[in-house]
């Protein structure tokens, strides 16, 4: 939806936004038609595709572009993207842990969107909520502003969104799932008001662990950071290590593919601490091994 305010009545800030957006599609585009040459067919996620569902979508900040590929190709995406595109194109074989959706089923309901010249592949509505809500709470619930995504995506679509599809693929854990992002989402958006959502009877069941874990990450005001990127930084390094101890337990329920329920999470919290232990030795030994290797050091 395109916003009926002209540009030239926008402030500065407003024009800058809109300027970096600009950049950005065509940053997009490119990346899109380096990979549909290559032959390969991916599907944007989150980003510029949850952008479009903003009444101005250029106040949507973009990060990474996140382009999900079939996993008989993904190893081809992986060739093409090295040393060739920018460092914020981020590759997914398929969605990993955002979904259990067949990607075929997928791409069957994918839609296209016209962006910078390129025809660019997103999720239709139903699954890209899905993906939408599972992200945000693998990540904590850190972004607050991402709420906004999922908000925007329900408000745009309220007349036709269709919930037995968005669903149906669900286990009754992860249906739970999207039950407390929505919940969460009409919670702290002030401007937003998601009552028509079927489930809305239910947003006052969101555990009080979650909206307690939410406030104090989000008072914190720090976000986790990977360690192997604060080796340099004894400081920001231990403030690092006790950012992660316990565990956000948003975060651990998740990835441990637990319920979102009223039991305590310290359990939760532990096992996920020990999953974490091999992957972040695996990412951060390499790296303290070039840290300290020989030559000169810049500490």
Request: aromatic share 10%; net charge positive; proline share 7%.
């Amino acid at each position: 939806m395109k916003s009926d305010r002209p540009e030239t009545n926008l402030d500065d800030a407003a024009k800058f936004g809109m300027l970096q957006y600009k950049v950005a599609e065509h940053e997009l585009a490119s990346i899109w038609r380096t990979f549909r040459q290559a032959g390969l067919h991916p599907i944007l996620i989150k980003g510029w595709a949850a952008a479009q569902y903003y009444p101005e979508p250029w106040t949507r900040s973009l990060g990474d572009f996140d382009l999900a590929f079939p996993a008989a190709e993904y190893r081809n995406a992986e060739a093409v993207c090295a040393g060739n595109l920018p460092n914020r194109t981020d590759l997914h074989r398929e969605l990993r842990h955002l979904d259990t959706e067949r990607w075929e089923r997928l791409l069957e309901r994918s839609v296209e969107l016209e962006c910078a010249g390129e025809i660019i592949r997103v999720l239709c509505p139903e699954d890209h909520l899905r993906v939408l809500c599972v992200h945000w709470l693998n990540d904590g619930g850190a972004y607050r502003d991402r709420l906004r995504d999922i908000g925007n995506l329900l408000t745009k679509h309220r007349g036709s969104f269709d919930w037995e599809l968005c669903l149906a693929p669900l286990t009754a854990v992860r249906r739970r799932w999207i039950e407390v992002a929505v919940a969460l989402a009409d919670r702290y958006l002030e401007d937003t008001d998601l009552s028509f959502v079927p489930f809305a009877a239910k947003f006052g069941t969101v555990p009080g662990w979650v909206i307690k874990a939410l406030e104090r990450e989000w008072g914190s005001g720090r976000r986790l950071v990977p360690l192997h990127f604060v080796l340099r930084e004894p400081k920001e390094l231990l403030i690092q290590i006790g950012k992660r101890l316990p565990p956000n337990p948003i975060q651990s329920t998740i990835e441990l593919e637990a319920d979102l329920d009223e039991r305590p999470r310290a359990m939760i919290q532990t096992a996920n601490l020990f999953k974490r232990i091999s992957p972040s030795y695996k990412r951060v030994w390499p790296a303290l091994k070039r840290l300290l290797g020989p030559g000169p050091r810049n500490w």
